[in-house]
């Protein structure tokens, strides 16, 4: 069962799926989490804090599941191409994770928010957690290919960035609706043969060949 903290960012995650966050109202939030304000108050203190959660989890989500497919028991490569793939796919459907991962925020979101300084911290450690800022899209790369064996770390980081250039320009823009969301996420996939490939090419070439420093 979702904790009153989890049901309150799903209603605004899912609030923001049909208006910008300027005017998501913490009451119709509350109401849809079937909670009380003072208790959405305690969890986040205002709507900054809320906003400030609602980034972290979607990071946080973002970084659980690359972990676990780059990790999964199987070949470096199957398991490259399944991040992507998921990466590319999650993004479609969730605003503010293609936010995170490109940079690019829009009116409609929360705008992302650096570390809170010189404040009381909060009480709750998810919270305090949240105020420490987003990571930016560069650090959020760098903990993605830190998942994988350092023999293959440069063709992650490559295969990664290949991901992002889907996320910002989808191959199959009909699939995107007018919100910027993906209509079918689940059926909609960015990987073609040729770009299995590639993935697979760039690592074969990865473990055949002596890792060199970059300038």
């Avoid at 995650?13 to 079937?34: E, G, K, N, Q, T």
């Avoid at 063709?155 to 209509?183: D, I, K, N, T, Y």
């Amino acid at each position: 069962m979702a904790t009153a903290r989890e049901a309150l960012l799903d209603a605004a995650l899912a609030a923001l799926a049909h208006r910008p966050w300027s005017v998501v109202r913490m009451a119709d939030l509350a109401a849809a989490a079937r909670v009380s304000r003072q208790t959405l108050y305690n969890e986040f203190g205002s709507k900054d804090g809320l906003a400030r959660a609602l980034v972290r989890r979607e990071a946080d989500a973002y970084l659980d599941g690359v972990r676990r497919l780059l990790t999964a028991p199987a070949p470096p490569e199957r398991n490259l191409v399944a991040a992507v793939e998921w990466i590319v796919a999650r993004a479609a459907a969730r605003p503010v994770l293609r936010a995170l991962l490109t940079g690019a925020w829009d009116g409609r979101l929360p705008a992302p928010r650096p570390a809170r300084t010189g404040a009381r911290p909060a009480a709750v450690p998810a919270q305090r957690r949240a105020d420490e800022g987003p990571p930016a899209p560069g650090e959020l790369v760098e903990a993605t290919v830190a998942c994988v064996d350092e023999r293959w770390a440069a063709g992650c980081e490559l295969a990664v960035r290949l991901a992002l250039s889907h996320v910002v320009a989808p191959a199959f823009p009909a699939a995107w609706g007018a919100g910027g969301q993906c209509e079918e996420p689940e059926s909609w996939s960015p990987m073609t043969p040729r770009i299995t490939r590639v993935i697979e090419t760039i690592l074969s070439v990865e473990t055949r060949s002596p890792r060199k420093s970059m300038p």
